[in-house]
């Protein structure tokens, strides 16, 4: 049975930084992409970044690129998201997701962890 379980969210001040993790289990985390996407209050769900079987990291923007770094430790099967410099409109509940290699969708989804941002 495939799990991702997000962890790592909070209420933080503008400029702070956090990380969330996303544990795995159920399938080869190796042969994978790791996502992460956010959603934040009355708004659609939206990419962030995403890590590929190769370790060739997207990001959305170039404001996402320049604060947040995604990585995986394939030891652990752990997907991480690094953020920095957190602004409010990053307000949001982040999700974790991966995708079989060659997928053209994300095929399963953490149930997410809620990020807050404010002064």
């Known amino acids: 049975q495939v799990r991702l379980v997000e962890s790592g969210g909070g209420s933080v001040q503008p400029g702070d930084s956090l990380t969330l993790t996303c544990m795995t289990t159920g399938f080869t985390f190796s042969r994978y992409d790791l996502g992460w996407f956010r959603q934040a209050p009355g708004k659609s769900r939206e990419f962030v970044g995403f890590?590929?079987?190769?370790?060739?990291?997207?990001y959305a923007t170039s404001d996402v690129s320049d604060r947040f770094i995604v990585a995986r430790d394939n030891a652990r099967s752990t997907v991480t998201l690094q953020m920095t410099n957190l602004k409010t409109e990053d307000t949001a509940t982040y999700y974790c997701?991966?995708?079989?290699?060659?997928?053209?969708?994300?095929?399963?989804w953490g149930q997410g962890t809620s990020v807050s941002v404010s002064s």
């Open positions: 890590i590929s079987r190769r370790n060739i990291t997207v």
């Open positions: 997701t991966a995708r079989d290699a060659g997928a053209s969708s994300w095929d399963h």
